[in-house]
């Protein structure tokens, strides 16, 4: 069964800590992503990547950095968490080229800042 | 700016009976639609998806419809079942778009019994 692991399924940090969200596949995709879900807005693109160490701003990048430096891990870094970047956080894989492929989302991050 | 949109943020059907949820976009230049599903505490998972070359795709008990000239797509559950109950996203993507795509805010569907 194919999967997208994301490591914490649930995070509390305070204001101002430095922030790792990590996310493994295992089906060889090329393309990976970080979005945020928040009520009353869906799913927002923070950061996407085709590659290894390629990586590509979304809609709301700002406040987050992300490292591909191999195929199948795609972290999103929050450098200085603030309240504002609570939220469930959701990682996401696909096939690349030039088609439209669904994806293969992870169970969440719902990440706590206090 | 929202370019997909799900005016109706939740939406109470009965079960057996035909639940439908809306999806209008802005951006002309999409032409794949998808629809997931989300349970609580879950990743969404994927339903069903329908490109712009066809205005109808079945699958089941969830049938997409595509009126691009509306730039509306609606997704039918026939007949609606207690497992349903989960928040729908509808999304979209353009061909050249890197197969990023956009979603909308989302619908809480509640099938009662």
């Known amino acids: 069964d194919v999967k997208v692991t994301q490591s914490s399924r649930y995070l509390v940090k305070r204001t101002g800590e430095k922030v790792f969200l990590e996310c493994v596949q295992d089906m060889d995709h090329e393309n990976m992503f970080w979005y945020r879900q928040d009520p009353g807005l869906g799913l927002r693109l923070i950061y996407f990547?085709?590659?290894?160490?390629?990586?590509e701003k979304g809609d709301i990048p700002e406040g987050y950095s992300v490292s591909r430096e191999k195929k199948e891990r795609f972290s999103l870094i929050l450098e200085s968490a603030s309240t504002n970047q609570t939220s469930m956080y959701l990682c996401a894989s696909s096939l690349g080229g030039q088609g439209t492929y669904g994806y293969t989302f992870g169970s969440g991050t719902r990440l706590t800042v206090v | 700016d929202q370019q997909v949109k799900q005016n109706s943020p939740s939406l109470s059907v009965q079960e057996g009976r035909i639940s439908i949820l809306n999806c209008d976009y802005t951006?002309?230049?999409?032409?794949?639609f998808l629809w997931y599903k989300k349970y609580p505490a879950e990743g969404p998972t994927f339903l069903i998806s329908i490109s712009s070359i066809k205005d109808k795709n079945e699958d089941g008990r969830f049938t997409v419809f595509l009126n691009k000239s509306a730039k509306h797509l609606s997704l039918h559950i026939v007949p609606s079942q207690p497992g349903d109950s989960a928040v729908y996203f509808c999304a979209a993507s353009a061909t050249g778009g890197g197969n990023k795509l956009t979603f909308g805010t989302g619908t809480q569907l509640k099938v009662e019994l």
């Open positions: 951006n002309s230049m999409f032409d794949y």
């Open positions: 990547s085709y590659d290894v160490k390629m990586k």
